[in-house]
RNA sequence: GCCCCCGUAGCUCAGUUGGAUAGAGCACCGGUUUCCUAAACCGGGUGUCGCAUGUUCGAGUCAUGCCGGGGGCGCCA
């Protein structure tokens, strides 16, 4: 409708403009709703526009434009100039009963798009190397790539969900190490370092103490987990590891058991990954050396003090980059360019990786390569998130992952269950710092809870419904309803804010950020709680046969406009709560 | 020192890619009602949009410079 409604006023004023003799198009035409109600449902700016091209006041051309457009073939019923030159535009009578409608004839379909054309499309993110439960942070990541990938799957591409880890590598090696001294001081052959050592970095460190020798690396892994995998180990295999090295069977072990709980975390939050890439397979498969061939074809890349060198800064940027150390081993770097490249190679038109605020710096070593291996650095693109902060009464919860002193997402998601957690990682633009507000999310009041605020919306149209039935009342044929029965100003306001869905779907989709949805869904919800809570005005059950008809329908507009935004941000949708 | 992000109501934050009188939630203060689900609904905002220049019909939005907060700048990942 509004599409329609822009191309004839397109249409209108490029009529004006050649009455001027002026044949060139006109950007920035915008035809949208106006944020004050009485402003008409629509509001265009073309006259503005025009002003000094045709070197007349916009206002005598917004008269102009408005006896050129006439109704628009039948969809206006008034345009009025305002302000500085502004055509303010009314719908005709029944443009938002025949959308409520549309609405009711799409169901579930309402609000998806074919943009996207089944292309091939891959989304990245967690990404956390099996080191330790996913924190806070890796939370936010997870929701957010999660809704990023639904909103491009409803936008019509073909989504690939994926999870790249490293579990090779030094980090890994100290996880091993870290098992394996707690396995030993539980079994008694080494002591664990001591408290003020492990607090203070630059603290003395003894290799010994009380006549056992300290094993526990000095940047060891400290959280209880690590214990805890140490004693499933004496259980199953009692002393007889006390030989194992920790790079072997410790370190194996640490992985297999805290992949699984992550796994079990992203299951409780409702993530399901399409591929769990593994950076050690490009390796295996040789993409390390062919990718450092390729990149030595630039003729970018030098040795330097025995390490191998990639020139960033003939790319534009301010300094240079080693792709393999001194020791023959591979920066994350030179993997990661591998990696990308590999992922040039499945065919996808654009891969997303959803990083957090420390991995800014990187993004642009990797596009740049990329370019210099002559692929399009435009299918690259990066969406960062800033970090989250947990507070409570007010206060700002302490965390510090060296020290393990941080939340888990197991156990924020004990205390708010997934659907508020998801709302609430998901409600901030991934630029802002998301302080995520403990006390706000255990409220178990729906009228301040934002997340049971929007399902409750959703659940009480199930209670209409249920209510209807108890009385022998049929919900409505969307083909038989007669919906200009609705034409309180608060049914066509609601009304107009349902047919924003699609648009605001796909513009969250197309800018990779789903805290639109999120607050559209309050919007539609603080409208229709209100609507339904005021029955003297507007029961849905009335006397009226026709009337109740016509309400239950917009119910059920509602319904469905609620139960696929929330969808889209991967919460349930009661039917009853 | 350099790079990136943020700065909007008491608090937490949106602001549809430059539009009209800048909006929500939380908190706070009043009023009405006892309902289809826990009580809900209605009303109440005088904000230097961090500061200053600039760009233009028009700036919270764009540019430049400063101030404040966060992150980054390793042969760590």
């Not at 664990?192 to 103490?209: F, G, H, Q, R, V």
């Not at 800064?313 to 990661?336: A, C, F, H, I």
Request: net charge negative; hydrophobic share 40%; proline share 5%.
């Amino acid at each position: 409708m509004r599409e329609r409604l822009a191309d004839e006023i397109g249409k209108a004023l490029g009529r004006i403009l050649e009455t001027a003799g002026d044949r060139e198009p006109l950007p920035g035409l915008t035809v949208e709703p106006p944020r004050q109600k009485d402003h008409g449902d629509f509001a265009c700016n073309g006259a503005m526009l025009l002003a000094k091209r045709l070197g007349r006041p916009p206002r005598e051309i917004a008269e102009s434009l408005i006896a050129e457009l006439g109704d628009a073939g039948g969809l206006l019923a008034r345009a009025e100039v305002a302000g500085p030159g502004f055509v303010n535009l009314w719908l005709a009578g029944d443009r938002w009963q025949a959308l409520l409608l549309s609405i009711l004839r799409a169901g579930p379909d309402y609000g998806r798009s074919d943009v996207g054309k089944d292309q091939p499309l891959q989304v990245e993110f967690v990404s956390a190397n099996p080191t330790g439960p996913l924190s806070t942070g890796h939370g936010r990541q997870a929701i957010l790539g999660d809704c990023i990938a639904r909103l491009l799957g409803n936008a019509g591409y073909d989504v690939t969900r994926e999870y790249y880890f490293n579990n090779g590598g030094r980090q890994m090696r100290v996880l091993g190490e870290s098992v394996r001294a707690r396995y030993l001081e539980r079994l008694g052959r080494a002591a664990p370092p001591a408290e003020a050592a492990l607090k203070d970095e630059d603290a003395a460190w003894p290799a010994e103490l009380g006549g056992l020798p300290v094993v526990f690396p000095r940047d060891g892994y400290q959280g209880d987990y690590i214990g805890e995998i140490a004693q499933q180990l004496i259980d199953e295999c009692g002393e007889s590891l006390v030989d194992e090295p920790g790079d072997g069977r410790f370190r194996a072990e640490a992985e297999r058991t805290i992949f699984a709980e992550i796994r079990a975390t992203l299951d409780a939050l409702g993530i399901a990954f399409d591929v769990f890439f593994s950076e050690a397979s490009l390796y295996e498969d040789g993409k390390i050396e062919e990718t450092l061939a390729a990149l030595r074809e630039t003729g970018l890349v030098y040795e330097e003090g025995g390490a191998v060198w990639m020139r960033f800064s003939e790319l534009g940027l301010d300094r240079e980059r080693v792709l393999v150390k001194s020791s023959g081993e591979p920066t994350y770097l030179l993997p990661d360019v591998a990696y990308h490249r590999e992922k040039f190679e499945r065919g996808f038109v654009r891969v997303i990786d959803v990083q957090g605020a420390d991995h800014k710096d990187q993004g642009p070593f990797v596009k740049a390569a990329v370019q210099a291996l002559s692929l399009d650095p435009e299918r690259v693109e990066f969406v960062f998130h800033e970090f989250v902060t947990l507070s409570s009464g007010g206060e700002t919860i302490k965390q510090s992952t060296r020290k393990a002193t941080f939340i888990t997402v197991d156990e924020l998601l004990e205390e708010v269950g997934p659907d508020v957690f998801r709302l609430f990682m998901v409600q901030r633009r991934s630029e802002s710092h998301l302080d995520f507000d403990l006390d706000l999310a255990k409220e178990q009041d729906w009228t301040k809870n934002p997340a049971y605020y929007l399902q409750y919306a959703h659940a009480r149209t199930h209670g209409i419904e249920r209510q209807a039935e108890a009385r022998g009342v049929p919900m409505p044929d969307p083909d038989a309803v007669e919906s200009g029965r609705l034409d309180l100003p608060e049914e066509l306001e609601l009304i107009r804010k349902l047919g924003e869905f699609p648009e605001t779907v796909l513009r969250a989709a197309e800018t990779r950020a789903p805290h639109h949805v999120a607050y559209y869904l309050r919007d539609v919800a603080g409208l229709w709680n209100p609507y339904i809570q005021d029955k003297d005005r507007h029961g849905i059950l009335t006397e009226d046969a026709e009337l109740t008809a016509a309400r239950l329908a917009l119910t059920l507009a509602v319904r469905i406009v609620l139960a696929r935004g929330l969808a889209l941000l991967g919460m349930s949708a009661p039917e009853r709560m």
